[in-house]
Each structure stands twice: as C-alpha cells, then as structure tokens.
C-alpha cells in the first residue's frame, strides 16, 4: 500500500500535461501512426502521393487511439476495474489525479478532433471514409462503454488488428488514390498483428484483475501459456509476411532479419516473464517492432509482387 502511495505521490507532482500525456497513453501512439505510413507507402507505389492528406489520415488516427485511451482511463475507473492491484501502467482517473468527467470531456474533444481532421479525407474518399470513421468512433466508445464493452470479451484482438491494420493502410491508401490491392491488404494484416499483440500482453497482464471484474478477454480464455505462445505467434507472423509482400532489396532483406531476431527476443522474453509489472517493458518494444517492419517495406525497392 505504501508503494502505491508512493506512485501517486511521485505522480501528483508531476504537470498537469505530463498527466493527461500519460493517461492518453501516447507511448504507443506509433500503432496508430504506422499503419498510415505504411498505407501511403502502399498508394505511394502507383499513384502520386498528396503528403498533407497523409498528414491529416494520420492525425485522425490519432485522435481516435488517443480519445479510446482516454474514455477508456475514466470508464475504468467509474467501473472499478482499476484498482490498486493493477500491474498496469498508471490510471490517472482510478488513482484520483484527474477528474473523470474531465478526462471524458479530453476523450470528446480528441474524437472531436479526428473528425475535423477526417473532414477533407471524406472529400477525397467520398463515402467509405464516413462509414471507417463513423465504425472507429462507434468502436471507441463502445471499447469501454455499453453493457457489454468490447474490452470484457475476447473480440479486442481481432478489432485492433482489423482496425489498427487493415482498414488503416487500406483506407489510407484509397484516400490518397489507390485502388485496392492484395498487397495492401497483406500490409494491413502485417501491421495490425503487433497491434494485436500490444493488446493482448496488456490483457495477459491484466489477467487476474480482468477476471475478478468479470472480464472475458482472449488472454483469459486461453490461458496464461496460450496467451504467451499466440503472442509469439503474431509477432512471428507480422515478420514471416515481409518477403510475400516485397520482394526485399538488400538493405530491407537485413533490417527484416533483424526484425526476425528480435520478434524470437520478444516472444521468449514474454514466455520467461511471469505475470507481473515486468510484461510492461514488451509493450513499446513491440510497437517498435511494427515500426521496423515498416521501414523494411520503405527501404525495399520493389513494387507488388
């Protein structure tokens, strides 16, 4: 108890920014960002890119993860799932440092946001841009909110990577002019399994107060080893799909080795690791990861196969 007083304590005397930058949770912002990159890569090879339209997909994007996070930091705390036994990186709503209707005033103004961001993509993508924003903003709110919130069942992994993955880059590469394209397709997929991942170590984490909150989540239901080997087998997954999409030029072929090397680090970390607070450090390592697979695609010099 004094140790989580200590945390709040050291956390209270922190700006008032400096709070709401963690409650937005903006270490992992790469998730939303990425696959935008990776979508205006995808158009970039048949058609010519407008580099503000990729802008303002990605700042979307963005207000959308950032308005999840936040409705999300005061949804838990009004539901009581976060309590002092979480092994999570701090809620600043459940240990009382911001003010949850506030925090939930924050989430309106960044969904706000993307949609003023999303306004000129709707323009240039006409219709299917309303029905991926309006899905993303339904998804945001009912991620913590409803009777039953996406967050207490097992559909949170499979959402993030169809969202944080496939729709990302497709819809960002159909903005930007590209017809659709299985390459495109495949991207998305190699960019949404490291969401997916991120989502599930969070909710393997998480475990034991999920379940005593009634939660339902995919980590739940397969078990603390299953949890660890589907892990690893999306990490192993988003690399393995690097050389269907691209044929790699040499700089990528090694950065994607690299890539390799570091998802087995990864998922033997996470298998070696018990359920505790020491999962925390794979969460940005794996957004890393998703990024390096990027890069790969950037730095290759083929077009589709």
């Known amino acids: 108890m004094s140790s989580q007083t200590d945390v709040i304590e050291k956390l209270a005397r922190l700006p008032a920014p400096l709070r709401w930058v963690i409650a937005a949770r903006f270490k992992t912002v790469g998730l939303s960002v990425t696959p935008v990159m990776c979508g205006t ?25 950032v308005g999840t996070n936040l409705w999300n930091d005061a949804a838990d705390a009004e539901r009581g799932t976060d309590t002092a036994e979480r092994l999570g990186p701090p809620r600043m709503t459940a240990l009382g440092l911001l003010d949850g209707s506030t925090v939930k005033r924050g989430a309106a103004l960044a969904f706000a946001a993307a949609v003023a961001s999303g306004l000129p993509l ?64 495949l991207a998305g997929v190699m960019m949404g399994l490291p969401s997916g ?59 994607g ?11 033997v970390g996470v298998w070696r690791t018990p359920v505790s607070a020491g999962i925390n450090r794979f969460l940005p390592l794996t957004v890393l990861l998703q990024f390096a697979l990027f890069l790969a695609l950037a730095l290759s010099g083929a077009t589709a196969r």
């Open 41 to 65: 890569w995808v158009a970039a090879q048949s058609v010519p890119v407008d580099p503000w339209l990729a802008v303002l997909a990605a700042l979307s994007a963005v207000g959308i993860q």
């Open 122 to 185: 709707v323009v240039a993508g006409g219709w299917p841009i309303v029905v991926i924003g309006l899905l993303a903003l339904l998804l945001g709110y009912s991620y913590s909110m409803g009777p039953v919130p996406l967050s207490h069942t097992p559909l949170g992994e499979v959402i993030v990577i169809a969202f944080f993955g496939v729709i990302a880059v497709m819809g960002t590469a159909h903005v930007l002019g590209a017809f659709p394209s299985w390459q495109g397709v």
């Open 257 to 267: 080795a690299v890539a390799m090397l570091a998802a087995v680090f990864l998922a």
């Open 197 to 255: 991942a991120v989502l599930l170590l969070n909710n393997h984490r998480d475990r034991q107060t999920d379940a005593a909150a009634g939660r339902r989540t995919l980590a739940i239901l397969v078990g603390t080893s299953g949890a660890r080997f589907l892990y690893a087998a999306l990490v192993a997954a988003a690399v393995a799909m690097l050389p269907v999409i691209v044929r790699l030029s040499p700089l990528a072929a090694t950065l």
